[in-house]
């Protein structure tokens, strides 16, 4: 195995022989004349062997000197089309990703149209989509990117925000009518509750951001997928806090009603997450700029609802 001490000079001696004369050598490599026959003098004395003949007026290469020339050239030019190889492959949107999302409503009819679309557009790339709730480790996994929702921990992965949807605290007509209807959030404890994976909900006041609170819930109801909590919301069994896009056409059809006019839930981030050097893979970049792209407009067209005021 050689080190990197062994290629010491041989792109000083590919060089000049390529331009035939120290001078135009030491022109090429922008070093002088005298650095040159520096730099030739101890690659032979490394190697042990004379690779040049001189003159006064001209240089040859030796017998063995025409052997290691040809040698060190084929293997420069392999080098060189390993680079270009590898700078090619950069820049073309293709290979396999590796994404873990968060599922129900946001991974099944938001992202993974999406996500079609991306590999409609990039034939050459495949998918690997995963909608495990538990967070993965995005580095020992081997995940290119991961689809997060809610706070994210401080670490040091790359996030970028996606998109942002109202949250909401909401039960049915019959429910508010068989169990009534909590006045302020730390009454929530008392009544049926449908709960995904947090059972701690944080709230502020519409009308005084310097209020807040936060209430720990034990559930009536266990499920980290949003199709099933909203169902026993509608069907009358607990309340439930689900972000926008399950909810809101239940909510303008009066199947589901919010429970507070004065206390609000944040709104829930969508986030992408993703280790720092896979970015520099030209697919993961190219898909995490097209999420953005695709999604981040979302807010504008009326899916994100600023909740910061009544």
Request: glycine share 6%.
């Amino acid at each position: 195995m050689f080190t990197p001490q062994d290629l010491q000079g041989i792109p000083e001696f590919l060089t000049l022989i390529e331009k035939g004369s120290f001078t135009a050598a030491a022109e090429a490599l922008g070093i002088s004349r005298s650095r040159v026959s520096q730099v030739i003098a101890r690659l032979e004395s490394r190697l042990g062997v004379q690779l040049i003949q001189r003159s006064t007026r001209s240089m040859h290469l030796t017998e063995v000197g025409e052997q290691f020339h040809e040698s060190c050239r084929r293997s420069f030019a392999l080098i060189d089309q390993a680079i270009d190889r590898a700078q090619e492959e950069q820049q073309r949107i293709s290979g396999t990703l590796r994404i873990n999302s968060v599922g129900g409503w946001f991974g099944e009819r938001i992202l993974a149209p999406q996500l079609l679309e991306f590999m409609q557009r990039h034939p050459e790339v495949n998918i690997e989509l995963d909608f495990a709730s538990a967070h993965v480790d995005l580095i020992a996994d081997q995940y290119d990117l991961a689809v997060r929702m809610g706070e994210l921990p401080d670490s040091t992965l790359i996030a970028r925000p996606l998109a942002r949807y109202a949250t909401h605290v909401c039960a049915s007509p019959d429910f508010i009518a068989h169990h009534g209807q909590p006045s302020h959030p730390r009454e929530l404890g008392r009544y049926p509750v449908a709960l995904g994976s947090l059972n701690r909900w944080r709230f502020r006041h519409r009308t005084d951001p310097q209020q807040s609170c936060e209430v720990t819930l034990k559930g009536h109801l266990w499920c980290p997928n949003g199709h099933v909590t909203r169902l026993a919301a509608l069907e009358g069994e607990a309340i439930v806090s689900l972000p926008d896009f399950y909810l809101a056409d239940d909510l303008r059809d009066g199947r589901l009603l919010p429970l507070f006019d004065d206390w609000y839930r944040p709104d829930s981030q969508v986030s992408l997450v993703y280790p720092r050097a896979r970015y520099r893979i030209r697919r993961v970049q190219a898909l995490v700029e097209f999420l953005l792209d695709q999604l981040q407009p979302d807010r504008e067209r009326g899916i994100h609802t600023d909740r910061s005021s009544p």
